[in-house]
């Protein structure tokens, strides 16, 4: 596991700067005027879902990347704090946001991170997808921890689509909790990748102690968000 979860890391580490293609749907990720359409206005009611949470003083970034998702939540957030494993990561997400001092970042491996802290709202995309099954409970009872009394997790998903992803990646079985990635000069790591369903997401959620809702938007994405509710 250990071994497995080294690769990974180096994966993202390796593909920082090309991840930005995926999410612009840039060379390899091109699939033409009609999909790629398709696909903004897809990430379109993703920023729209997330903007009407409305203005909190504080937020957690988990897996905050190069800033695809950081510069939404400047939107709404007075405070942000954003960790990654990435220190390549991080220094693309800062040069993106114009290393604006209302993000705090902090390079943290996110599976021996614990929280020392609580925030207003947790947030993370296109990451509980890559933790390995037998820790995605432990990881969430961890983010019901950062999460203040009444505050809110919101997340950001995959949806088993093979237009999804690079023109040379070919995904068969969305149940295989594997995948091979390819990066552009051809060289190859294996990922965990898991596809939620939104019934699995919401009984992970409820089960933490969130009072949850999940969505699909037509093709690609899968969201959700919590509100932290107190146990008795």
């Known amino acids: 596991m250990i071994e497995e979860i080294q690769e990974q890391v180096a994966y993202y580490n390796a593909?920082?700067?090309?991840?930005?293609?995926?999410f612009y749907r840039i060379g390899r990720y091109d699939r033409g005027l009609e999909l790629n359409q398709c696909w903004f206005n897809e990430v379109d009611v993703l920023k729209s879902a997330l903007?009407?949470?409305g203005e909190v003083n504080s937020i957690l970034e988990l897996?905050?990347?190069?800033g695809i998702w950081t510069q939404e939540l400047l939107k709404i957030g007075k405070e942000i704090t954003a960790l990654d494993a990435s220190s390549e990561m991080i220094a693309i997400n800062r040069k993106k946001l114009n290393d604006t001092k209302i993000v705090s970042?902090?390079?943290?491996?996110?599976?021996?991170?614990?929280?020392?802290?609580?925030y207003d709202l947790v947030f993370f995309s296109f990451w509980l997808s890559?933790?390995?099954?037998?820790?995605?409970?432990?990881?969430?009872?961890k983010v019901y921890r950062a999460v203040r009394p009444s505050g809110?997790?919101?997340?950001?998903?995959?949806c088993f689509e093979p237009s999804s992803t690079a023109k040379d990646h070919f995904f068969e079985n969305e149940n295989e909790i594997h995948q091979r990635r390819k990066l552009n000069n051809g060289q190859e790591y294996?990922?965990?990748k898991i596809y939620y369903q939104p019934n699995v997401l919401i009984d992970k959620l409820t089960q933490v102690g969130f009072q949850a809702s999940v969505k699909q938007t037509n093709n690609y994405f899968i969201y959700a968000e919590g509100k932290k509710i107190n146990k008795l």
């Open 105 to 118: 970042y902090h390079q943290v491996d996110l599976f021996s991170w614990q929280p020392s802290k609580q």
């Open 152 to 158: 809110r997790v919101f997340i950001i998903d995959s």
């Open 63 to 66: 897996a905050c990347g190069t």
């Open 15 to 22: 593909r920082s700067q090309e991840y930005d293609e995926w």
């Open 51 to 53: 903007q009407d949470i």
């Open 190 to 192: 294996q990922i965990f």
């Open 130 to 141: 890559h933790v390995p099954p037998t820790q995605v409970d432990d990881f969430l009872a």
